[in-house]
């Protein structure tokens, strides 16, 4: 690969960085990552991701006087996946993720969060593909109350293969419920909009090595990054 690649597959993935970290109220659910992109069979891959999430949720009866508040949310996680087949993998996420909301005014602490799925490659073209995921996600944080969280997202989307660098889109389901509990009492929840857009880029300076940045709009505004390797 030349240097020449590299140095602009290197830039066009810190713009598209320092772009979703400008979008105001800037946040993500469980990362998608590239829905064409899986595990070679037998083969692993590890990467640890950081994410950031904000987005309107629904009382199930008005709480302090609101029906809805908005959901903040940071996570730091560790992704492991194992290729079962050819185009086919399973992975797992464990780490730490804290929550926010304004009104009731919680503001929790890191503590553990576990999840995980399965992703597989619908179709391969020349330098295109399409693939579908499916994931889960599950966290408690506590400080000045307590907010229980669990996502589940289904998408699909597509990527395209640029050299060192591959971006990506798509469409994805997303149903979040929990349960928040302030001042000696609690409601249950469910996220305000289900379907929106994800999109992203992965770059890979080197084989078996890709940096990665994702955002999702509508029905969340969002954004994360990853590190992954495959072994």
């Not at 295109?128 to 966290?139: F, P, R, S, T």
């Not at 469910?190 to 029905?219: K, M, R, W």
């Amino acid at each position: 690969m030349r240097p020449s690649s590299l140095a602009v597959g290197a830039g066009v993935l810190v713009l598209l960085v320092a772009a979703g970290f400008a979008l105001p109220g800037s946040a993500s659910a469980a990362r998608l990552g590239d829905p064409a992109s899986v595990a070679a069979p037998t083969r692993f891959t590890l990467g640890v991701e950081y994410e950031f999430l904000e987005r309107d949720i629904e009382f199930d009866s008005p709480f302090f006087g609101a029906s809805e508040t908005e959901l903040e949310s940071q996570r730091v996680l560790v992704r492991g996946a194992y290729g079962l087949a050819p185009n086919l993998e399973v992975f797992a996420r464990l780490g730490g993720a804290e929550a926010e909301t304004d009104t009731p005014g919680v503001n929790g602490d890191f503590a553990l969060a576990f999840g995980g799925g399965v992703k597989g490659v619908l179709y391969r073209g020349p330098n295109w593909a399409l693939g579908a995921v499916g994931q889960v996600l599950y966290y408690q944080s506590e400080n000045g109350g307590e907010v229980e969280v669990l996502e589940a997202d289904l998408a699909t989307g597509a990527s395209f293969a640029l050299g060192p660098v591959t971006p990506y889109l798509g469409l994805v389901l997303q149903v979040t419920e929990g349960e928040l509990k302030a001042a000696g009492q609690s409601r249950d929840f469910e996220q305000d909009n289900l379907i929106g857009f994800f999109f992203g880029i992965n770059y890979v300076p080197q084989p078996n090595v890709s940096l990665g940045f994702e955002a999702h709009i509508l029905h969340e505004t969002a954004v994360s990054v990853a590190l992954e390797a495959r072994f």
